[in-house]
């Protein structure tokens, strides 16, 4: 395998340098000579997104009551491979203060519905 290439952490197949997923398991690809252990945690949170959460324009699927709580649905919606933004509603500089409107890409939103969804334990 040629140092310009990339492969699927997971399939393990090679891929040309200019190609970003796998094209058989939608993976992101990385260096093959042990790259990804020195990425950076921006990185390592965008190799948990899935291709298929990717298209789309954002559409609002939750609303978060301030920011730690808009980190919490954001955790859990990267658990599950999904990416998405987190926006003020209110204008103005309030970095831990205000409620944030959780945005995602319109391909992921049915799944990020779901997997946000409270579901009562039946008595």
Sequence with gaps: MEAEELVCPSCARAHAASERF????????????????HASEL???????????????????A?????????????LLLEEGIPCILQNVIGGYSPMIGPREVMVPESAA??????LAYQRPNP
């Excluded at 796998?22 to 252990?37: I, T, Y």
């Excluded at 990185?43 to 699927?61: C, D, I, M, S, W």
């Design 22 to 37: 796998c094209r058989a398991c939608g993976m992101p690809l990385v260096h093959p000579d042990g790259g990804e252990l």
């Design 110 to 115: 049915e799944a990020a519905r779901e997997t």
């Design 43 to 61: 990185q390592q949170r965008a190799r948990k997104v899935k291709a298929q959460y990717t298209e789309g324009p954002l559409v609002k699927v």
């Design 63 to 75: 609303l978060a009551h301030d920011q730690p709580q808009a980190d919490f649905i954001a955790n």
